[in-house]
């Protein structure tokens, strides 16, 4: 049975930072490329980054990039979000996702966990 579970998550004041690890169990975790999506009251589930299967690559949506930082952890089977600079629209739920393709859209992720909740306060 595949778990991803996000913790971290809480609320801060514009412009501190958060760390969030997800950590995955039940799956070949060095074969999956891993993925955050965030998801605001209202709107639809958004792409935040994701990472190749050896950290190798990178992407990230426009909205933070050069803020969020995605990293990976194969022997501890956990990938990381840094978030940096943080705005009060960062606020959303925050979703760890996992599969086996190269991809950047919610449909190209196999497993999802449950979700951190991020505040970012003005």
């Known amino acids: 049975q595949v778990q991803l579970v996000e913790s971290g998550g809480g609320l801060v004041q514009a412009g501190e930072s958060l760390r969030l690890p997800c950590a995955a169990s039940?799956?070949?975790?060095?074969?999956?490329?891993m993925g955050w999506f965030r998801q605001a009251p209202g709107k639809e589930r958004e792409f935040v980054a994701a990472?190749?299967?050896?950290?190798?690559?990178?992407y990230y949506g426009d909205s933070v990039k050069g803020r969020f930082i995605i990293s990976r952890d194969n022997s501890k089977n956990t990938v990381y979000l840094q978030m940096n600079s943080l705005k009060p629209e960062d606020t959303a739920v925050y979703y760890c996702?996992?599969?086996?393709?190269?991809?950047?859209?919610?449909?190209?992720?196999?497993?999802w966990g449950q979700g951190t909740q991020v505040t970012v306060s003005s």
């Open positions: 996702a996992a599969g086996l393709r190269d991809g950047t859209v919610v449909g190209e992720f196999n497993y």
């Open positions: 990472i190749g299967w050896s950290g190798g690559r990178t």
């Open positions: 039940g799956l070949t975790f060095r074969l999956y490329n």
